[in-house]
């Protein structure tokens, strides 16, 4: 079954430090997967998302993420975070029934990002 | 262009009743799709629509159930609520089934 692992519940990073969170998959298919960031009591915000080709794609808001089919990885990546990117993380899988659709996604736990002044 | 819009926001209910949730999704994508976050579970797939035919179902009892009209507006629809159906529902939009999700702010149920 498909299954999605991100390890870190909560991370601390000082404002202008890199940023890296981790996802882990579990897919038997080539996997669609996907970023996605929520606000406290907002919805969730895609963040950017790989379906094929270059295995490094880059998001809004300066993230960028590289798939690893060896590692079955999807980290998440930032160069240098700001305050306002404190929010939680979302990884996601899509499955690969009728044709791919989207609207059927695995999420990880969520990965919570503080950011120290 | 509107979001996605979620009615109503916050909701409280009492154990047994049932509880109607509404969407309006994105206009002019026609695929809606309902998921359920709880600190618990995390984010659950709950259904997909697409011209009013669901596509998909996630792993919930029959007491959930939604439907979607030609309007592409989407109402889910849960019975006999349980302590436990307590959630912030979200629903998400797209042009179609391959396209990107467009997340509403959610409905925050609670049941008492």
């Known amino acids: 079954a498909q299954s999605v692992t991100q390890p870190d519940i909560h991370i601390t990073v000082s404002e202008g430090a890199s940023l890296e969170l981790r996802c882990n998959y579990s897919?038997?298919?080539?996997?669609?997967l996907f970023w996605y960031v929520q606000s406290p009591g907002q919805g969730l915000q895609l963040l950017l998302k790989?379906?094929?080709?270059?295995?490094l794609v880059q998001g809004i808001k300066g993230f960028e993420a590289e798939f690893k089919r060896s590692q079955s990885s999807f980290n998440l990546r930032k160069p240098s975070v700001h305050w306002s990117d404190a929010a939680e993380y979302f990884c996601?899988?899509?499955?690969?029934?009728?044709?791919?659709?989207?609207?059927?996604?695995?999420f990880g736990k969520g990965t919570k990002l503080s950011v120290k002044p | 262009k509107a979001g996605v819009t979620q009615t109503p926001r916050y909701l409280i209910k009492t154990r047994g009743q049932q509880v109607t949730l509404s969407c309006s999704p994105i206009?002019?994508?026609?695929?809606v799709s309902w998921y359920q976050q709880t600190p618990g579970q995390g984010l659950q797939f709950l259904f997909e629509?697409?011209?009013?035919?669901?596509?998909n179902k996630g792993n919930f009892p029959g007491r959930f159930s939604g439907r979607q009209f030609s309007n592409s507006r989407s109402e889910m629809n849960v019975s006999t609520l349980e302590l436990g159906d307590s959630a912030l529902y979200l629903c998400?939009?797209?042009?179609?089934?391959?396209?990107?999700?467009?997340f509403g702010n959610g409905t925050r149920l609670t049941v008492t």
């Open positions: 998400a939009s797209s042009l179609e089934p391959n396209s990107p999700l467009h």
């Open positions: 897919y038997g298919a080539t996997p669609y």
């Open positions: 790989y379906f094929s080709g270059d295995t």
């Open positions: 996601a899988v899509g499955t690969m029934n009728y044709g791919g659709s989207q609207g059927n996604l695995i």
């Open positions: 206009s002019g994508h026609r695929s």
């Open positions: 629509y697409f011209s009013e035919t669901q596509r």
